[in-house]
């Protein structure tokens, strides 16, 4: 069982700047992929971006080149750096971890974009 926490949201003007951060019970070295996924009101879940044990990103094509994921393992934490937000980015932001028989998934994180 792994138990995610998610931090870092909060209400930014457009163009501006966050990190969100998901906190991990125990070990994700062995996790194969953690990722972030968004869901804003009346829309269904989606993929924001994931990260390999390996280290290789994923990214939806909406946050390529503003969006950053990565894994720091010796930390149990995975981060999303989010830079030139968007109006259209407000949602709540979970974090999810999988591996072959197991889907994890955090409470969420309310990134609010607006001026």
């Known amino acids: 069982q792994v138990q995610l926490v998610e931090s870092g949201g909060g209400l930014v003007q457009p163009g501006g700047s966050l990190r969100l951060s998901c906190a991990a019970s125990?070990?994700?070295?062995?996790?194969?992929?953690m990722g972030w996924f968004r869901q804003a009101p009346g829309n269904q879940r989606e993929l924001v971006a994931t990260?390999?044990?390996?280290?290789?990103?994923n990214y939806a094509n909406s946050v390529k080149g503003r969006f950053i994921i990565s894994r720091d393992n010796a930390k149990n934490t995975v981060y999303l750096q989010m830079n030139g937000l968007k109006p259209e980015d407000t949602a709540v932001y979970y974090c999810?971890?999988?591996?072959?028989?197991?889907?994890?998934w955090g409470q969420g994180t309310q990134v609010t974009v607006s001026s």
């Open positions: 125990r070990s994700i070295f062995s996790i194969n992929l």
């Open positions: 990260i390999t044990r390996a280290g290789s990103t």
């Open positions: 999810n971890a999988r591996s072959p028989g197991v889907n994890y």
